[in-house]
């Protein structure tokens, strides 16, 4: 019998259990054969992504194939997230939006610039 494809499935939810993200093995082009044994899976998280606040893994599923369920299990991790930047920067309180990305930015200061009419 010819092994089927294992997909690891979570869902991650902000502390007004709006979904951030759903993240899945099977959103990549890799192939997860069943076998016999111990089966162990990481997924990380790019740094610096989330914003501060409470998350939850909600819903975490191995399937075997497409559609079988072979796992669940709701709410299976709850974290939190702070900020130590916003000392730093003088910000008080949080930074409004879900993710909270470094972004590459380049500026240019003091450099002359001709305005054309």
């Known amino acids: 019998k010819e092994e089927e494809n294992i997909n690891i499935t979570f869902h991650l939810h902000d502390e007004y259990d709006n979904i951030v993200f759903v993240g899945s093995t099977a959103l990549t082009n890799l192939e997860y054969k069943s076998k016999k ?46 900020n130590s930047m916003l000392d730093k920067h003088g910000l008080i309180g949080k930074i409004d939006g879900m993710i909270k990305p470094k972004l590459d930015w380049e500026v240019n200061i003091g450099q002359n610039t001709e305005v054309l009419i």
């Open 37 to 82: 044994g111990l089966t162990t899976a990481f997924c990380r998280i790019p740094e610096n992504l989330l914003n501060s606040g409470k998350f939850t893994v909600s819903k975490f599923f191995i399937l075997k194939g497409i559609s079988n369920v072979i796992y669940e299990h709701n709410d299976l991790l709850t974290f939190e997230i702070t």
